[in-house]
């Protein structure tokens, strides 16, 4: 089982940079595949990152791709998003994942869900 609690959201201008971060209980953490997920009011839940248990591999969905980097620290149970260059259009509620594997896409692939983090990019 693990626990996820993400931090770091908040009002920002756009070309501006923001760091979430989501904490991981349990003993296991380093066992997991992390990722990030936002949703936009009114849109679908979207795809943004997701990084391997060592940090090896990272994958960035288009959309974010050049601006967006995750990775973790396993000794801290930590993920984070670091977010440059922002945009209006990455407003949304951010959610921190965790699962098996690296999936690229599907949000079934990842049973673990924080809370979400709001994150606001004013034009």
């Known amino acids: 089982q693990v626990q996820l609690v993400e931090s770091g959201g908040g009002l920002v201008q756009a070309g501006g940079s923001l760091r979430l971060s989501c904490a991981a209980s349990?003993?296991?953490?380093?066992?997991?595949?992390m990722g990030w997920f936002r949703q936009a009011p009114g849109k679908e839940r979207e795809f943004v990152a997701t990084?391997?248990?060592?940090?090896?591999?990272?994958y960035c969905a288009d959309s974010v791709k050049g601006r967006f980097t995750i990775s973790r620290d396993n000794a801290k149970n930590t993920v984070y998003l670091q977010m440059n260059s922002l945009k209006p259009e990455d407003t949304a509620v951010y959610y921190c994942?965790?699962?098996?594997?690296?999936?690229?896409?599907?949000?079934?692939?990842?049973?673990?869900w924080g809370q979400g983090a709001q994150v606001t990019v004013s034009s």
């Open positions: 994942v965790a699962g098996v594997s690296p999936v690229i896409g599907g949000p079934s692939a990842y049973p673990y």
């Open positions: 990084i391997n248990w060592s940090g090896s591999y990272t």
């Open positions: 349990g003993r296991t953490f380093g066992n997991y595949a």
